[in-house]
């Protein structure tokens, strides 16, 4: 199934190999491009416009979609393989763009290129709320950010360090300084630092370059691995996700949504349920299929036994929307009363739950 067209797919979860023996092999695949470069697909989603997306559907009544899928072990996992979903069979031809950045996202919606992504659920919200028109129609549950530091850091220690993360706004970015509040680090005294792309903050890592980071899986263990392979001491300290639970009794950090514009929400509902039945297999099938293990390894630069550790350690599960709301309404509602700037001024409204 996860026979991706992803190869030129840049950083938002881009990444290098993790053990002494793979790491040079893989290197090169691993990283990638920075978010600078142009990522090189069959569709473009990097030219900005004011319109919605809106899928097309040929004679025959079968519908093509374009489909963002950022080079992240999570992403590829749930929608990577699409294109060949047994699923969408005699509904819709898929064909999947990579996406190294999270501006592509927004973009690509607007410009009509984008029909469904797989994005964090906070960046879905800011588009509806901005009048780009799209739904939430799932959510991937994943212990996927983690905090990296020195072994035995905790957030007292974190007070008045410098930390990495990847992109300003993004769901890693809200999330720890919200986390970090609530544990008593002063936020405004942290000296926050933004990378331009994933691969520059694993290369730093390697390099011994950063002691603490915010990172998402798969990034987060090949920088950890990268850095123990050059003698630096750089591991994870905190799973965001139980910082999360502990913070706001919320059961689940409902980070990755898979989204699908409006257009293709309210006039082909049989496309979206296909789209979220394969979804839901792909995942399924993610930490129990070795050609799924084998396929990811590939198209991230990992290592197979890195993989299935990353795969175990994720404990991925597919929600509908209707499965998730509540977790996803406390989310929201969490990061709106702590910077209401960050959604958009204003919480979604129901329309832009769909499923």
């Known amino acids: ?18 053990s002494d023996s793979a790491s040079d092999a893989a290197s090169s695949r691993a990283t990638g491009p920075s978010a600078s470069e142009p990522a090189s697909s069959s569709a473009s989603a990097s030219e900005p416009a004011a319109s919605s997306a809106s899928a097309s559907e040929p004679a025959g009544g079968i519908v093509e979609l374009t489909v963002g899928v950022p080079f992240g072990i999570v992403q590829i996992a749930t929608l990577g393989g699409v294109a060949e979903a047994p699923e969408l069979d005699g509904l819709a031809a898929a064909t999947t763009v990579p996406i190294t950045n999270p501006d592509q996202l927004r973009t690509g919606f607007a410009a009509g290129e984008l029909d469904v992504a797989v994005m964090p659920a906070n960046v879905a919200a800011i588009l509806f709320n901005r009048e780009i028109d799209v739904r939430m129609i799932g959510i991937v549950d994943a212990q996927l950010l983690q905090v990296l530091g020195p072994a035995g850091t905790t957030w007292e220690d974190l007070d008045g360090v410098t930390v990495h993360l990847p992109f300003p706004g993004d769901i890693a970015d809200v999330t720890f300084r919200q986390l970090a509040a609530d544990n008593g680090v002063d936020v405004d005294g942290l000296d926050l630092r933004y990378g331009t792309s994933l691969p520059d903050l694993v290369a730093a890592a390697a390099a011994g370059e950063v002691t603490n980071a915010v990172l998402p899986e798969h990034v987060a263990s090949a920088a950890a691995a990268q850095a123990a392979a050059a003698g630096h001491d750089l591991v994870p300290i905190i799973d965001l996700q139980e910082a999360w639970a502990t913070s706001t009794g919320g059961n689940r ?76 309404d406390l989310m929201l509602a969490s ?17 832009f739950f769909a499923g």
């Open 335 to 351: 990061l709106f009363e702590d910077s209401p700037e960050g959604l958009a001024g204003q919480l979604p409204a129901d329309a």
């Open 1 to 18: 199934m996860l026979v991706l067209a992803l190869a030129a797919c840049g950083d938002d979860d881009s990444t290098a190999s993790g």
């Open 253 to 328: 950090l409902p980070q990755v949504a898979v989204v699908a514009t409006g257009s293709l929400v309210d006039d082909a509902p049989e496309v979206v349920a296909a789209i979220q039945a394969a979804a839901a297999a792909s995942i399924a099938r993610a930490s129990g299929d070795p050609a799924v293990v084998t396929a990811l390894s590939e198209q991230t630069g990992l290592p197979e036994p890195m993989v299935t550790d990353v795969l175990g350690s994720l404990d991925l599960a597919y929600r509908s929307v209707a499965e998730a709301r509540a977790d996803v």
